[in-house]
């Protein structure tokens, strides 16, 4: 007992030091847990952001002049004048996503209380801003036109909509804390897979196993080595990246989502372990790589809603760690969740992990 | 063979001035000049990374000149043009077994290959390897994958490929090494045979094997890139004063490098028991499926025994070991370490077990002592002893004053003695070593043996070890030889000898092995003999040879990838089945429209009014209704929890504010942790109020208020469902991903597998080269394309509402453009996992964020834009997007495929322009 807890010990300590020898890796790993997260925040803009929209004015009068110089950065692009017949093959080749239309006689009309109409065009194949856009032109045109005409309308009940957790949606809070989990999980995978196989055509794995060491103990040393290191990197990129420079308000705690990150770590190295069961060498790892992390990323509701996918997936998806995952970061995160919320995930992710490293466990000397 | 001031008779085949060639800051080379005479047998001798390889690789212009002069055959080797004109008269057969073949290929499929490539015509070629492969006994295995032949025939199989076209240069680089001492023979057989049939032709060879190099006319001695001496073997022997040339070219090293060399002698045996076993197999047999790698093998071993075992690479003995050690169950039969059945559980048996493979297993990132020290302390030994134990380690193997260095960074000898010292840290009683010597210089290996000796005699280790050398195998207490899976003697060296009635060890082996393989033997030696020899025909340097693009030899590199993808059925339908999950999961995965949210109302009032405004939400096709929340307590639990999306806050007295006209503010709760969809849940509570208003406003029939409507056209995709908008954008995608990178692969793997040499000294061109190994993924992709529409039209419902024939015409062009990406990428990589996440970094990401996917290329900024704006994926799109959505044809999307047309041959011409035709 004693010797397996030493020498579980001994192994860590040496995935350490190579790794440490590795300029690159370590290299790759503070990008991962600095700069691409700050990227990402960057990156992906609110969801409608300098959108191309063109006006086709037939009225050419004062208001709808001024309804056409309404739309505005950062929300859209400045607005293109265009004639009707131009319509149809513009949005063809996607050159506008909106394109408004106010017919003759606009401005007469609206003062004559006819009530004119005025056409949005949307490319709804152009889904982040599809719907979303259309709405805001909508809002844009009502103010714009209940300006001009100074009038205030008394409605029945008014709505108030109030954001929890993150009252001006300000995506890049979200977007960063998504590529954190994503970089961990990848990362955890990379790195346990990649030194097992590496050790393997080093020939040293056969070695160890010809030495008083037992199948359970290298894959522990390289779990508790791995999961040390993407723990402090991603420690240090949740206090001093994402809390500090980024400014993302924090709701709950963080010692509590570390927690959480450990027990992921646990899952996702196992799950690096046992992919590196199966292939056979490491371009079959890089491919494996591919089929299971990339669908593993995108259905595990970090991207998208979990309730918007068919419900064959979601329970598919319920095998994945990153499912778990993404749900506690979530509620500790954002909403400030205690353990009394999320001790479900927690213990799914132990369960996961616990498969993964028994099945890779039976298999380990046949996958020499 | 003469200095180069010296004149000889006729003119050299080969002449270099100063060469120099450096890797990094090692020099390879140093400044060598020499010239070889024509019509030769010359022998390159010296231990293994003393710059013979390097030296065969420049002379054949598969490595390109650094410093000096080289010339061949006439010709300077700087000149391209020159390169090209004698390549296809030179044949080069670089160092490891097969490494030029290609091993899921038949023989007859890979000589085909180099018959295309030389452009000899479908007769021509039959004739030839008839020919070839009769007079080398390979005649009956033409129909095996050369992966399955042996070391011996594929060797023999290398040298056919090499002979093809009657070259007048041949270049033997290390060909006999791990070959079992009868294929070696009949090798040189061949080689003089071939020699006596082309009397013009000069054969160059490099060797580690100073026997073999007896038999050659001429030899270059060289150490550390240095030329140590030349002339004949009789010369240089009688120069050195040595009977052997092993010992003469320990004679002819620098006085540094010989210290402490001294003739081995090996103590006898002492055994107090006779029968004191440390090691006993009992018809030990391991099977493959149905293939026997070792038959019934029995031996017993004596403690303090040496004992040796022999035989080719394949033969057997790498998986015995691995079954002594317990790495691997027998299939039959059983084994024993002192008594005990070996158990690969056991960790007491473990504990007195020392092993060293072929690959030393060192942690080339640990320190020498670090290493130790991790060795120690993993048997177990007890902390307190560690340090000691090290320092004893490092004084006995000499290793002290390296104790810092890495032992990536030591020579082959160090190393080896490194993995010994950590073989033995823990005193071990037996010790396994699987060919500790193998690459490793004279001088090296005896001192080795001084410490394998040292360690039988002193302290009763009882040792079992392979080797490929003869003396060492003399130096054993008892030796056994295996081949193809059996044992066949087993004795000391001495009765074997006396027993065979030969000479030396290796005249011994040879007999026994003729006596197991009659087949073998036969297959070579008489076969040349009835052959009408003579070269009837020259090698036919017609005008194809010399044409810029030869259809044949694209045909050959296009004939050869296809079997090749082919036989590995593995990687086309894990790319196949790929492509296909993959677009599955972002079929659903990228999914925009938001449903299923759960929600719940915190109903202050409970008039009808407010119920009848719940109502109106419940009827949302969007929204799924939960229990009703009771207090702010129970709001804040559930969100937190994740439960709930959406409250709905209904004020007191709701309903009678609304009656009475004072506008009631109904609160909603969003959570907002997921910005994209709360902002879509925002949209849709507005659209809802909006609805409960105009309903209530129409209810008193009171005359429309509005000053405006505005009607919006959601064109193209009436329903704003993502799935007609995301699966026409997915398709360009993975037919970019997975093409690419399966098309790098190809290339990049031949980098690593060694046979891009083919490359490098065949006539064969880049683009004939690249252009023939792409053709295959570009059918690939093309397929993949056209699967993964019929999978868009049938299972994802999403119709092609503009011209099919448009699309077909741009997917052709546009896997053109994905597997020409795929060679760009293969171009600046080396090795296998670099160009996997190169390709996937180069792919995916401008892919999926760049070109329109999501945010349209016009609504980036800056760089992201401009990369957007020339990338193919992005008229990809606009195409897809334009024949599956907005019904288009060739005439509105000239733009596009005009755009795709014109990246073919930019990205074609970078991909074959950046690739290397020599080694730099």
């Known amino acids: ?368 | 063979m003469s200095a180069p001031s010296e004149t000889g008779a006729g003119d050299p085949v080969v002449s270099f001035r100063e060469l120099t060639l450096c890797y990094g800051k090692v020099r390879a080379l140093d400044g060598v000049s020499l010239d070889i005479p024509a019509r030769r047998l010359v022998g390159l001798i010296g231990p293994d990374g003393v710059g013979k390889s390097t030296l065969l690789s420049l002379i054949t212009g598969a490595h390109a000149l650094q410093q000096g002069e080289l010339k061949v055959l006439g010709g300077d080797m700087r000149d391209a043009g020159h390169r090209d004109r004698v390549c296809p008269r030179i044949a080069y057969m670089p160092q490891g077994l097969g490494k030029n073949l290609y091993f899921t290929l038949t023989v007859e499929e890979n000589l085909q290959f180099f018959g295309r490539l030389f452009g000899h015509n479908a007769a021509e070629r039959r004739k030839r390897i008839d020919r070839l492969t009769r007079s080398t006994g390979l005649y009956p295995f033409l129909d095996r994958p050369a992966g399955k032949l042996s070391g011996g025939m594929k060797q023999k199989l290398g040298l056919c490929c090499s002979l093809i076209h009657d070259p007048d240069l041949l270049v033997l680089d290390e060909p006999t090494t791990g070959v079992d001492p009868l294929a070696r023979r009949q090798f040189w057989d061949l080689v003089d045979s071939i020699k006596l049939e082309h009397p013009q032709m000069s054969v160059i060879v490099a060797t580690a094997y100073m026997d073999e190099a007896q038999r050659f006319d001429d030899l270059i001695a060289m150490d550390e890139g240095k030329i140590l001496a030349t002339g004949t073997p009789a010369e240089i022997l009688a120069r050195t004063g040595k009977a052997d040339l092993d010992a003469a070219f320990i004679q002819l090293l620098p006085e540094s490098r010989r210290s402490g060399h001294k003739e081995l002698t090996v103590p006898p045996l002492v055994c107090e028991k006779e029968d004191d076993y440390a090691i006993v197999a009992e018809g030990l047999t391991r099977k493959f499926g149905s293939f026997t790698a070792v038959d019934h093998v029995s031996f017993k071993i004596r403690r303090g025994e040496i004992f040796g075992f022999l035989g080719s690479n394949g033969c057997g003995k790498t998986t015995t070991m691995r079954m002594l050690t317990g790495l691997l169950p027998a299939t039959e039969g059983h084994a024993e370490l002192f008594g005990r059945p070996v158990d690969g559980g056991s960790m007491e048996i473990r504990r007195h077990l020392g092993y060293m493979t072929q690959l030393f297993s060192l942690y080339g990132d640990l320190t020498v002592r670090q290493n130790l020290m991790l060795y120690a302390r993993l048997y177990g030994l007890p902390e307190a002893e560690v340090p000691e134990r090290v320092e004893r380690m490092l004084e006995r193997f000499q290793i002290r004053g390296i104790e810092h260095a890495l032992p990536k960074d030591l020579p082959l000898g160090l190393k080896q003695r490194l993995s010994l010292a950590a073989a033995v840290i823990h005193d071990p009683d037996i010790l396994i070593l699987d060919e500790p010597t193998s690459g490793v210089d004279p001088v090296a290996r005896d001192l080795f043996w001084e410490l394998i000796i040292e360690l039988s005699r002193k302290d009763k280790v009882t040792i079992f070890i392979t080797t490929h050398f003869m003396n060492e195998a003399g130096r054993c207490d008892r030796i056994s030889l295996m081949h193809a899976g059996k044992s066949f003697v087993c004795d000391s060296p001495e009765n074997i000898i006396a027993a065979r009635g030969t000479t030396t060890l290796e005249e011994a082996f040879i007999n026994v092995l003729e006596e197991a393989d009659p087949e073998a033997n036969k297959s070579s030696g008489d076969a040349i003999r009835t052959e009408e020899a003579g070269p009837e025909t020259g090698a036919e340097t017609g005008p194809e040879c010399f044409r810029l693009f030869s259809i044949r030899r694209w045909y050959s590199c296009f004939w050869r990838e296809t079997l090749e993808l082919m036989r590995d059925p593995i990687r086309a339908t894990l790319a196949l089945f790929g492509a296909i999950i993959l677009m599955f999961v972002m079929g659903y995965g990228i999914n925009m429209d938001v449903e299923n949210l759960t929600y719940s109302v915190l109903d202050r009032d409970r008039t009808r009014t407010s119920q009848n405004y719940a109502l109106n939400i419940a009827g949302s096709r969007y929204f799924t209704e939960r229990a009703p929340v009771h207090d702010y307590q129970e709001l804040d639990r559930r969100m937190k929890s994740g439960e709930l999306s959406l409250v709905i806050e209904l004020p007191p007295r709701f309903g009678r504010d609304v009656d009475s006209g004072r506008s009631p503010d109904v609160s909603f709760w969003v959570d907002g942790s997921m910005p994209s969809r709360a902002e879509t849940i925002d949209g849709y509570v507005k659209a809802i109020h909006d609805e409960w208003l105009s309903s209530r406003s129409k209810n008193p029939s009171k005359k429309n208020s509005k000053d405006v409507s505005i009607q919006t056209r959601y064109r193209y995709n009436p329903d704003v469902r993502s799935l007609p908008a995301m699966v026409p954008a997915v398709i360009p995608l993975l037919t970019l991903m997975i093409p690419a990178i399966l098309a790098a692969l190809s290339v990049v793997r031949e980098k690593e597998m060694g046979s891009i040499i083919n490359l490098y000294v065949t006539p064969v061109t880049r683009s004939e080269f690249l252009l023939g190994k792409q053709c295959p993924y570009l059918l690939f992709a093309v397929l993949s394309s056209l699967l993964l529409t019929v999978m868009a039209v049938t299972i994802f419902d999403v119709p092609i509402k503009g011209s099919i024939f448009v699309l077909l015409l741009s997917s052709v062009m546009y896997a053109v453009v994905a597997t020409g990406m795929g060679l760009l990428a293969s171009s600046v990589t080396k090795s296998q996992i670099a160009v996997i996440f190169l390709t996937m970094m180069g792919t995916l990401l401008p892919a999926c964020q760049l070109c329109g996917m999501t945010t349209p290329v016009e609504s980036q900024e800056g760089i992201a834009r401009f990369i957007g704006s020339i990338y193919p994926t992005t008229y990809m799109l606009l195409i897809s997007r334009g024949v599956f959505n907005k019904a288009l044809y060739f005439s509105d999307l000239n733009l596009p495929i005009g755009a795709l047309a014109l990246m073919i041959p930019v990205i074609m011409g970078a991909g074959i322009m950046l690739q290397k035709k020599q080694e730099s």
Not at chain 1, 311 to 340: D, K
Request: some cysteine; overall charge neutral.
């Open chain 1, 1 to 368: 007992m004693m010797q397996t807890i030493k020498n579980i010990y001994q192994l860590g300590v040496k995935e350490l030091i190579s790794l440490c020898r590795d300029w690159l890796m370590i290299a790759l790993i503070v990008y991962c847990f600095t700069f691409a997260v700050v990227t990402a925040s960057r990156a992906q803009p609110d969801s409608i952001s300098r959108a191309t929209i063109a006006v086709v004015d037939e009225d050419n009068s004062q208001l709808s002049g001024t309804l056409g110089d309404a739309f505005i950065p950062p929300m859209f692009m400045p607005a293109a004048h265009i004639t009707r017949p131009e319509i149809d093959p513009l949005m063809d080749a996607g050159r506008y996503t909106f394109v408004v239309v106010f017919p003759p006689d606009f401005e007469k009309n609206v003062l004559s209380g006819k009530g004119p109409e005025i056409q949005v065009n949307v490319d709804a194949t152009r889904m982040t801003q599809a719907s979303t856009g259309a709405g805001y032109i909508q809002q844009i045109l009502n103010g714009e036109i209940s300006k001009y005409l100074r009038k205030k309308s008394a409605s029945a009940a008014n709505c108030v909509i109030r954001n929890r957790f993150n009252p001006n949606l300000t995506q890049s809070w979200f977007s960063s804390i998504v590529q954190l989990v994503n970089n961990i999980t990848m990362l955890a995978i990379i790195l346990t897979g990649a030194a097992l196989i590496r050790e393997r055509e080093n020939g040293t794995l056969e070695h160890l196993l010809v030495m008083p060491v037992t199948a359970f103990e290298i894959m522990m040393s390289k779990i508790w080595s791995m999961m040390a290191v993407v723990l402090l990197a991603s420690a240090g990129s949740m206090y001093f990246v994402i809390k500090m420079y980024l400014e993302v308000p924090i709701e709950g705690s963080i010692p509590l989502f570390l927690a959480g990150v450990a027990i992921h770590l646990f899952a996702a190295t196992s799950l690096g372990i046992f992919l590196a069961c199966v292939a056979r060498n490491m371009p079959q790892l890089g491919m494996l790589l591919i089929l299971v992390f990339i669908p593993m990323q995108m259905l595990s509701g970090g991207m998208t809603p979990r309730e918007s996918m068919p419900v064959w997936i979601q329970n598919i998806m319920l095998a994945a760690p990153t499912t778990h995952f993404v749900s506690f970061c979530q509620s500790i995160l954002f909403r400030g969740a205690g353990i009394e919320v999320v001790w479900k995930p927690f213990l799914m992710l132990l369960i996961i992990g616990g498969v993964l490293f028994s099945i890779s466990l039976t298999s380990f000397r046949k996958s020499l």
